[in-house]
């Protein structure tokens, strides 16, 4: 009976290492089921990204371009200030601003009275 009972106790030993196997491979499945998941996401994720892409390039170059023509914008609104600014001192009859003018401005401010 010792030999019986000896191997009943050890068939419920190799049972439990069975059963703890297969509960650690059943988590090993679930993982990989999550991980297939994961990829079908990240490859959806992927296909999205390639839309955008180029859209992102196209948006920045827009950005560029208008950062560029407001830059020139400045300039050529600087150069107007400064320019009606000359004029009203002429207008005015400023004679610093005359000095300061050269004989440039009186060129021009004699040629647009004529």
């Given at each position: 009976?010792?030999?019986?009972?000896?191997?009943?106790?050890?068939?419920?030993?190799?049972?439990?290492?069975?059963?703890?196997?297969?509960?650690?491979?059943?988590?090993?499945?679930?993982?990989?089921?999550s991980d297939?998941?994961?990829?079908?996401?990240?490859?959806?994720?992927?296909?999205?990204?390639?839309?955008?892409?180029?859209?992102?390039?196209?948006?920045?170059?827009?950005?560029?371009?208008?950062?560029?023509?407001?830059?020139?914008?400045?300039?050529?609104?600087?150069?107007?200030?400064?320019?009606?600014?000359?004029?009203?001192?002429?207008?005015?009859?400023?004679?610093?601003?005359?000095?300061?003018?050269?004989?440039?401005?009186?060129?021009?401010?004699?040629?647009?009275?004529?």
């Amino acid at each position: 009976e010792d030999g019986a009972a000896g191997g009943v106790l050890a068939l419920a030993a190799a049972r439990n290492d069975i059963e703890a196997r297969l509960q650690e491979l059943g988590a090993e499945v679930s993982a990989l089921r999550s991980d297939q998941d994961l990829g079908q996401h990240v490859g959806a994720l992927v296909a999205s990204l390639k839309d955008i892409a180029p859209k992102v390039v196209s948006h920045d170059a827009a950005l560029k371009q208008a950062a560029q023509d407001a830059g020139g914008a400045e300039a050529r609104l600087t150069r107007l200030e400064d320019e009606v600014s000359r004029l009203v001192a002429e207008v005015e009859g400023s004679p610093s601003a005359q000095e300061d003018a050269g004989p440039e401005s009186s060129a021009t401010l004699a040629s647009s009275a004529a």
